[in-house]
């Protein structure tokens, strides 16, 4: 069975703060990694993906990516309110002409003022 | 900018329906995905499409079935409604990995299906 962990929070930190998002998965075999953002009520939307092992930068938002150590993480810079969201860690294994994504169950990030 | 619509965004029927969840994509993504999601148990796959009329079953297939007659539009359906299906639905389109592009699933806004 394939797992990803993430851990579920709240994490809380004051707005401006760096809030730092982890992620493991079981598959070895994991080729792409997702990072979602969820509002409460809406659809999943993307925040980034890393294919890579590194650093990978957007804006406020860098991705690390460790296959040795089965690791994905997420890095918010100067985090605001409206970064307050649940954040999904995805993980996809490419079966043939699709790729297969399994989801942590997400971590809730809250941005307190 | 990727546009994945879905037919409803809140559902109620009755148990024993057969309830149709209707999906379109306007970026020719060969890829199709339905997905529930319920609290605690995350984003859990139904089924995909990589093509016209191919579909393949995920990890949760028992209960539905899928329709795809043409490439932009994916119906999940529900042939006998049971108040278990309660959940929220989600459509999600990509292009393959074979294609040289991200395999970036792009979700529609869901649809809340309540079964009474």
């Known amino acids: 069975q394939k797992e990803v962990e993430q851990n579920s929070g709240p ?3 004051p707005e401006g703060a ?16 997702f990072w979602y953002r969820q509002y409460s009520g809406k659809s999943p939307e993307l925040i980034m993906f890393i294919y890579s092992n590194g650093d990978k930068e957007d804006g406020r938002f860098t991705a690390q990516l460790n296959k040795a150590s089965q ?14 969201a649940t954040y999904l860690c995805a993980v996809g294994v490419w079966a043939g002409t699709a790729s297969k994504l399994t989801f942590g169950t997400g971590t809730r990030l809250q941005v307190t003022l | ?25 306007d970026m020719d993504h060969e890829n199709m995905f339905w997905y529930r999601q319920d609290p605690g148990l995350g984003l859990r796959l139904i089924y995909f499409s990589y093509d016209v009329k191919m579909k393949e079953k995920g990890d949760i297939p028992e209960g539905y079935s899928v329709s795809r007659e043409k490439k932009e539009r994916f119906s999940l359906i529900l042939e006998s409604a049971s108040t278990n299906q309660t959940s929220m639905y989600l459509c999600a389109s990509s292009f393959p990995p074979t294609s040289g592009r991200s395999d970036t ?3 529609g806004p869901g649809t809340r299906l309540t079964v009474l």
């Open chain 1, 11 to 13: 994490l809380s930190v």
């Open chain 1, 18 to 33: 760096i809030a730092s998002l982890n992620c493991t998965y079981s598959d070895r075999g994991s080729q792409s990694f």
């Open chain 2, 1 to 25: 900018d990727v546009k994945v619509t879905q037919s409803s965004r809140y559902l109620v029927k009755r148990t024993g329906e057969k309830v149709f969840l209707e999906c379109v994509q």
């Open chain 2, 105 to 107: 699933q792009y979700f």
């Open chain 1, 71 to 84: 690791y994905v993480s997420l890095l918010i810079r100067d985090s605001q309110p409206s970064d307050s």
